[in-house]
């Protein structure tokens, strides 16, 4: 079935540093692809999100770029804040007789410091 | 803006007692979801709708019951909690369609506790 593979945390981070977060789905047809952010406290909210091979998705600074060949969805930012502090979730949306629905990764969980 | 909300933010019960969980949609949207979410475990579908009166199954149904009596509003029911039903409970809405519209809209999430 339809499945999605987040890189582990936690991840913790200096101001300013680079992050990659990974990101890998089962290749079922060509799903939609998303990164949620849920920040301390609050439900999730969509971060960015690509629909076809080779779309980057872009928002915040932070992009990710849909690859087929790899079947992954890396989440990047050239330069994180405090205020990027997190976790974030890799999901992948269903077609077919899984429609409109949402498979996430098991989230990774982002701590940076000044 | 989209605008999800759920009754409560934190809730406490006792092992045995039927809980309801209310999710409420402002945007005319026809599909709505509930999840839970689980340190390590991400988020897990428990029941979806894609219209009123309808539902089906998601990934972890068990112990679980819904009711879509209006199109705004999704409600989860615990028939029996238990406490391996302490979680986060989300719920989330969509438009039908593809393309923009498959974006799902969350609430702030029902933090339930039970004792």
């Known amino acids: 079935g339809d499945s999605v593979t987040q890189m582990e945390g936690p991840v913790t981070l200096s101001e300013e540093a680079f992050l990659t977060i990974n990101c890998t789905y089962t290749?079922?047809?060509?799903?939609?692809l998303f990164w949620y952010v849920q920040y301390p406290g609050e439900g999730l909210q969509l971060l960015l999100k690509?629909?076809?091979?080779?779309d980057k998705g872009s928002n915040k600074g932070f992009e990710a770029t849909y690859r087929k060949e790899t079947t992954s969805f890396h989440l990047e930012k050239g330069s994180v804040q405090v205020s990027d502090s997190a976790v974030y979730f890799c999901?992948?949306?269903?077609?077919?007789?899984?429609?409109?629905?949402?498979?996430f990764g098991q989230g990774t969980i982002l701590t940076v410091h000044p | 803006d989209v605008k999800v909300t759920q009754s409560s933010r934190y809730l406490v019960k006792r092992t045995g007692e039927k809980v309801f969980l209310e999710c409420v949609q402002d945007?005319?949207?026809?599909?709505m979801f509930w999840y839970r979410q689980d340190p390590g475990l991400g988020l897990r579908l428990i029941y979806f709708?894609?219209?009123?009166?309808?539902?089906e199954k998601g990934d972890i149904p068990e112990g679980y019951s819904v009711s879509r009596e209006k199109k705004e509003r999704f409600s989860l029911i615990l028939e029996s909690a238990s406490t391996n039903q302490t979680s986060m409970y989300l719920c989330?809405?969509?438009?039908?369609?593809?393309?923009?519209?498959?974006?799902?809209?969350f609430g702030p999430g029902t933090r339930l506790l039970v004792l």
């Open positions: 709708s894609y219209d009123v009166k309808m539902k």
């Open positions: 999901a992948r949306l269903g077609r077919g007789t899984s429609y409109g629905k949402l498979t």
């Open positions: 690509a629909t076809k091979a080779d």
């Open positions: 290749a079922t047809g060509y799903p939609s």
């Open positions: 989330a809405s969509s438009p039908r369609g593809t393309g923009p519209q498959e974006t799902q809209y």
């Open positions: 945007m005319d949207h026809e599909n």
